[in-house]
């Protein structure tokens, strides 16, 4: 069960660098589409990097993050009536997922030419998931309660 858990983790981690690269990069390519508009030459080549990004890598990685944190969370036996810090960070994957979804409700407005957000917007929303990973992985090694 032991050598079972080391895969699990390094599973986990994988597809959680993964996971965050993308949300990471999303916006940061919703940057420069909004900033040269839905009608510039580049706007073909901005919908097809972030549909690839958000299909090929971005989903899968967060799929493949909740599998392999579920069976951590089975190989490890969490208290839940006593780690709250587990509860917190649960909450903060959720929020992670929620953002997930925003970036992916932007993908398909910019796939259908619209410009829904400023760019400005964008680079705030950039900021949301690093956020989020610092707080999660404070959590995770500090178990402050």
Do not use: C
């Amino acid at each position: 069960m032991a050598d079972l858990y080391l895969w699990f983790k390094w599973l986990h981690i994988v597809s959680i660098i993964s996971w965050m690269a993308a949300l990471l990069y999303l916006p940061r390519l919703y940057v420069y589409h909004a900033e040269h508009g839905a009608d510039a030459p580049q706007a073909e080549t901005f919908k097809v990097m972030e549909r690839r990004l958000y299909k090929a890598i971005m989903t899968p990685a967060m799929i493949a993050s909740w599998v392999f944190g579920v069976a951590l969370i089975a190989a490890v036996r969490i208290d839940f009536s006593s780690d709250y810090w587990f509860w917190a960070k649960l909450i903060l994957v959720f929020a992670l997922t929620g953002v997930h979804g925003h970036l992916g409700k932007i993908r398909r407005q910019f796939e259908q030419d619209q410009i829904p957000r400023s760019s400005r917007y964008f680079r705030i929303i950039n900021e949301v998931p690093t956020v989020i990973m610092l707080v999660a992985v404070f959590l995770v090694v500090f178990k402050p309660f």
